[in-house]
Each structure stands twice: as structure tokens, then as C-alpha cells.
């Protein structure tokens, strides 16, 4: 068994096949936790899990779809529908969501300072804002205790220092900081997410060092598809040239990392 601890199934980006990537899924023995990203695709998210076995459902509102009239928020086609101006937060229509009992993690949550207004005084607003409701959404997960799962674009400062002063446990997705931030982040309990972004962006450092049992893996499908994958758009079987790569970094068998990082998976979302 393989869990992908990061997937987006519901996406418009398996509109076309999505039952076909499922069985695919399915008969690799991969179990996956489907992502939400704002509420439309959290409720989504939770559906598909309902609807199939070895799928769990994460919800919550990513940076990017905050709502703002700070600057225009940019579409992408593989994700579905945006609404002009973002979503306001309403943490009691999150709560209802959070009641089935596929629902694993508050996700995908934190701060993205990579597109941002222009200005210093707008600038500020704009990162004020996102750290407001990301901080709502951490005392969500504590009054639900559940994980969260922390989405970082250019933001590792500020996500530091505020979960620093909360008690949220959970995983930094996608994670392509230093050793020194992964230290940091290890040391406040946080896993770390391995995902295809490792053929672009180099954190062998971080991947031979961090302890074996703080590493979970993940696709972050449809989008960071491995090289060796031979497809543009990425789904969840092909978590294992991520896994492939993580053995020969650290020295050990495929077998021996797909142990440890579904017992970590398993711990974290009481899977």
C-alpha cells in the first residue's frame, strides 16, 4: 500500500477519464487524499472520496483563491471554475463539510507571496489578509483536531513564526525550502511532502537528512508530473518515481520507503 497524501481527483483535469485514472489508482494499491483548494472543490473532494474505496478528502481554502480587490486572481483550467474575486472564508460551511467521515486534514491552507499587487501599502494588505485567514483555518483544524496541510509559495518566514504560536500538527506540502527550514519546521512536529517537484528543484540535502519517519509522499496530481512519467498531466501511480528517487538518496529499498512513509501517513491522518 502507497498513500498519496496530496492528490486533486476532482479536478476539471480528469473531467474526461476520471473513473479510468481511479481503477488505474485502485489496482496499484494506491490510496489517495483528494485536496481541496477553496469550497467548491473541497465538497468535490469529498464526494469522490465517498464514492470510492482508498480515498480520503482534505478541505480548506487555499491562499490563492482568497478574495481580494487587490489585484486580479489568476485562472487555471486544469483546477475548474473561479469565482472573479476569490471566496470569502466561512468557517461554519467548513465545519458542516468537515463532518463526513472521509474528511482527514484542513488543506490545502498557508500563505503564496508569488503572485502579489504592486506597492509596499498594497503588498502589506495582501499578505495581512492571507495570514488572517490562514490563521482562522489553523484554529479550525484545532477545534476539529485535525492535521493540516500547509501550502508555501515564498512565505516560509511568516508560516514559521505563526505556527509557532499555535498548536497545529501536519505537513508542509510540496516542501522545496533548505535544511535549515525543514529543521525548523521538523522541530515544531511537521512532516515534510515529497513530491515530483524533486526533479526540478534540488532538496536532496533535505531528503538524506530529514528523519525517515517526518517524510510523506505525494503527486500533487494533475500538476508536478515526474520527467520519467511519460504524460504531461500527473495522477497517483505515479507517486512512485518519487519514492524511487527518495530510496536511492537515502540508500535504502523502494519497499523500505513505501513502509515507512505510509506508517507516517497512517499516524497523521488516522488513516
Known amino acids: 500500500m502507497i498513500i ?3 492528490s486533486h481527483l476532482s479536478f476539471k483535469a480528469y473531467d474526461g477519464d476520471r473513473d479510468e485514472v481511479i481503477k488505474r489508482t485502485q489496482k496499484e494499491g494506491v490510496i489517495c487524499i483528494n485536496v481541496g483548494t477553496k469550497y467548491e472543490t473541497s465538497k468535490d473532494a469529498i464526494e469522490l472520496a465517498e464514492k470510492n474505496e482508498g480515498m480520503y478528502a482534505a478541505i480548506g481554502l487555499h491562499p490563492i483563491h482568497i478574495k481580494t480587490d487587490l489585484m486580479k486572481l489568476r485562472t487555471d483550467e486544469d483546477e475548474g471554475a473561479f469565482a472573479p474575486l476569490g471566496e470569502e472564508f466561512d468557517k461554519e460551511k467548513y465545519k458542516e463539510l468537515a463532518k463526513s467521515e472521509k474528511v482527514v486534514a ?3 491552507i498557508g500563505l503564496d507571496y508569488y503572485y502579489r499587487p504592486k506597492g509596499t501599502a498594497k503588498k502589506e494588505k495582501f499578505k495581512e489578509n492571507q495570514k488572517q485567514i490562514f490563521v482562522e483555518q489553523l484554529k479550525m483544524a484545532e477545534e476539529l483536531d485535525l ?3 500547509i501550502h508555501c509559495r515564498m512565505a516560509h518566514q511568516d508560516i514559521l513564526e505563526i505556527l509557532a504560536n499555535h498548536k497545529a500538527r501536519g505537513t508542509i506540502h510540496c516542501f522545496t525550502g533548505s535544511w535549515e527550514e525543514a529543521q525548523k519546521y521538523l522541530s515544531l512536529g511537521f512532516y515534510l511532502g515529497v513530491n ?4 526540478k528543484f534540488d532538496i536532496d540535502e533535505v531528503i538524506r537528512k530529514a528523519p525517515i519517519d517526518k517524510i510523506l509522499v505525494e503527486t500533487d496530481c494533475p500538476y508536478l508530473t515526474p520527467p520519467m512519467a511519460a504524460d504531461k498531466r500527473n495522477e497517483p501511480i505515479f507517486v512512485k518515481h518519487v ?4 530510496a536511492e538518496l537515502r540508500g535504502m529499498s523502494f519497499d523500505e520507503v513505501v513502509e515507512q512513509t ?3 501517513a497512517k499516524k497523521l491522518f488516522n488513516i
Open 262 to 264: 505510509t506508517a507516517n
Open 4 to 6: 498519496d497524501t496530496h
Open 147 to 149: 492535521p493540516v496541510i
Open 243 to 246: 519514492i524511487q528517487k527518495i
Open 106 to 108: 484542513i488543506g490545502e
Open 196 to 199: 515530483g517537484i524533486i526533479f
